[in-house]
């Protein structure tokens, strides 16, 4: 199976901020990769597909890159609803498997 | 917009089957691709299998062939069951569509299952 791996496990920032989170894969998966916002108690949420692509009616502070076993997620400024838990997801091969998570909490 | 629920047993003891079904509303369920993952706090999230109207499905080996889905069209849902539970079977299902064979785009709210005697 292919392992993703998120770093950090969790970050403290406050309205406004810049957040970077990264995801590395035991493998090449070349482009195909997945990141999704869950908030408590509700499912997680598509926001980006093929590293790089806004899911609908995600915003544009959302942003996405890297390929091979590299990726990251971005919020150019850090709105009040996106303090959740972050995960990315290949689908190079299967099994399917996602990264531990990242929480994003108010500093 | 497509509206997925799941409705699940709640409790289930050791050994026994899970059977979690899920309801699909304002598309068909022959038009695409469905899956089940589950999230559990030891686990995370954890793809379970997907399945197609056809009868195409492919699951997550770490089950061990415990896995059986199902669709059916003309009630417009499609159903999970899972064999041979244990404790670490206890998690939220949820039933998710695979969209393109890409992402999952549309998931329901999760039941939760806990395995207990």
């Known amino acids: 199976d292919i392992q993703m791996t998120q770093s950090p496990s969790s970050l403290s920032a406050s309205v406004g901020d810049r957040v970077t989170i990264t995801c590395q894969a035991s493998?090449?998966?070349?482009?195909?990769l997945n990141w999704y916002q869950q908030r408590p108690g509700k499912p997680p949420k598509l926001l980006i597909y093929?590293?790089?692509i806004l899911g609908t009616g995600v915003p544009s502070r959302f942003s996405g890159s890297g390929s091979g076993t590299e990726f990251s997620l971005t919020i150019s400024s850090l709105q009040p609803e996106d303090f959740a838990r972050y995960f990315c997801?290949?689908?190079?091969?299967?099994?399917?498997?996602f990264g531990p998570g990242t929480t994003v909490d108010m500093k | 917009q497509v509206q997925l629920q799941e409705s699940g047993p709640g409790l289930v003891k050791p050994s026994e089957t899970l059977s979690v079904t899920c309801n699909v509303s304002g598309v068909s369920v022959s038009r695409y691709f469905w899956s089940w993952i589950r999230q559990s706090p030891g686990k995370g999230l954890e793809w379970i299998g997907y399945?197609?109207?056809?009868?195409?499905?492919h699951h997550n080996p770490s089950l061990r062939s415990r896995v059986t889905m199902s669709v059916d069209p003309s009630e417009n849902q499609f159903t999970l069951n899972l064999r041979s539970v244990t404790a670490a079977d206890t998690a939220i299902y949820y039933c998710?569509?695979?969209?393109?064979?890409?992402?999952?785009?549309?998931w329901g709210q999760g039941t939760l299952v806990a395995v207990s005697s």
């Open positions: 493998q090449d998966i070349k482009k195909y």
């Open positions: 093929d590293v790089s």
């Open positions: 998710v569509r695979w969209m393109s064979g890409t992402y999952f785009d549309s």
């Open positions: 399945i197609y109207h056809s009868g195409t499905s």
């Open positions: 997801q290949q689908y190079d091969d299967g099994p399917f498997t």
